[in-house]
């Protein structure tokens, strides 16, 4: 079981980026954990269905403003209407590396300006505690492997993880002009899976993330599915990553907030590694989920992909020790939510 924070009052949270993938799982864990919570997204990138399945999840409605972050006076409406708002988690970005390849002003402007606006806002309307959505994107090639969060950042390999380079910079400068405010910038690696429930999970007809390009692969909604890369310097040539659950993920959002609230933190800004610590390949991800799922995946190596980094996998003592955080779902559990939310998926589309 995933251990439960009781909040002394209910507090009320901001999602920004609600209607997504982790920020859907995060809400169900804030609210399951006490909390008050309402969301901002534009629906750009989230999705209805989400906001729908945490309805029924968590038995309550979901408030989502509509708005964009990167309308300022839209943002502060958001603020004057919720004067009680104690906190901010800021998923709301932007995420796709190809993409970001391809268009790097679009990422520049989106993610940065809208984590302005957010910032401003929350310091105009004296909203203390910030959670911020970063990445191990951050750490680029890094030179020494696990990686810790007081290693030096190497290059980025894409104008998405420049943004999350960036972006942290921002709230560490944010930080020093504003003392008062406490931030927890949260590096998360390789997020999988779906909610236990299979009530929601990862909407994306088209999606990059590896996971369910693989369970659409085997649904039959892709006839097959590229591994990029296989003369990486790794154990069999793919790339290595580092995988967690997406209900580990959003659990350590929730611990950062409280963590915040309790005046824990030992710096204004802290840092830290959401990853399970393991490293696992694209080859060996591939073969946990044919295990799992009796499933033979159709799938083909190709050439290595631009913005994609060799290896990456998490040291987390730092989120365990301070935060209590420990993952509770293992690689199998990760891949057997996820193939059960691609079915239901699919069962829906038969139903409809």
């Known amino acids: 079981?995933?251990?439960?924070?009781?909040?002394?009052?209910?507090?009320?949270?901001?999602?920004?980026?609600?209607?997504?993938?982790?920020?859907?799982?995060?809400?169900?864990?804030?609210?399951?954990?006490?909390?008050?919570?309402?969301?901002?997204?534009?629906?750009?990138?989230?999705?209805?269905k989400m906001l729908e399945g945490l309805e029924e999840l968590t038995g309550q409605p979901i408030k989502n403003y509509k708005v964009n972050l990167l309308r300022l006076a839209d943002v502060e409406a958001v603020f004057m209407e919720n004067p009680d708002l104690v906190g901010i988690i800021h998923f709301a970005a932007f995420k796709s590396v190809p993409e970001s390849v391809e268009h790097p002003l679009r990422y520049f402007k989106n993610n940065l300006v809208s984590l302005l606006h957010v910032l401003g806002c929350a310091a105009d309307f004296e909203v203390p505690h910030i959670v911020f959505s970063s990445s191990c994107s951050v750490y680029g090639n890094a030179e020494k492997l696990p990686v810790d969060e007081g290693c030096q950042l190497a290059e980025p390999e894409s104008p998405y993880a420049r943004t999350k380079q960036m972006g942290e910079d921002i709230c560490r400068d944010f930080s020093k002009a504003h003392p008062e405010f406490n931030l927890a910038l949260l590096?998360?690696?390789n997020p999988v899976g779906a909610h236990p429930s299979a009530?929601?999970?990862?909407?994306?007809?088209?999606?990059?993330?590896?996971?369910?390009?693989?369970?659409?692969?085997?649904?039959?909604?892709?006839?097959?599915?590229?591994?990029?890369?296989?003369?990486?310097?790794?154990?069999?040539?793919?790339c290595l990553r580092d995988y967690i659950h997406v209900m580990d993920i959003a659990h350590a959002h929730t611990l950062a907030m409280q963590y915040l609230i309790d005046d824990r933190n030992k710096e204004s800004v802290e840092v830290f590694n959401l990853g399970s610590g393991n490293g696992v390949t694209v080859k060996e991800l591939i073969s946990a989920f044919e295990k799992v799922s009796g499933q033979k995946?159709?799938?083909?190596?190709?050439?290595?992909?631009?913005?994609?980094?060799?290896?990456?996998?998490?040291?987390?003592?730092?989120?365990?020790?301070?935060?209590?955080?420990?993952?509770?779902?293992?690689?199998?559990?990760?891949?057997?939510?996820?193939?059960?939310?691609?079915?239901?998926?699919?069962?829906?589309?038969?139903?409809?």
């Open 1 to 48: 079981m995933i251990p439960e924070i009781v909040a002394s009052t209910k507090k009320k949270i901001m999602v920004t980026g609600g209607a997504g993938y982790i920020g859907g799982h995060t809400i169900a864990d804030l609210i399951a954990n006490g909390f008050e919570v309402i969301s901002v997204d534009d629906l750009s990138r989230g999705s209805e």
């Open 187 to 189: 590096r998360y690696f």
């Open 199 to 238: 009530l929601i999970g990862e909407l994306q007809e088209k999606p990059e993330n590896l996971v369910p390009v693989i369970t659409q692969t085997a649904i039959g909604k892709r006839p097959s599915m590229t591994v990029f890369g296989e003369d990486y310097d790794t154990r069999d040539g793919s």
């Open 297 to 352: 995946l159709n799938y083909e190596m190709g050439g290595r992909r631009a913005g994609d980094v060799v290896a990456v996998y998490a040291n987390r003592d730092k989120a365990t020790e301070q935060l209590g955080w420990e993952p509770q779902y293992d690689l199998d559990a990760m891949m057997e939510t996820a193939w059960r939310w691609e079915q239901k998926l699919a069962q829906q589309t038969a139903d409809a």
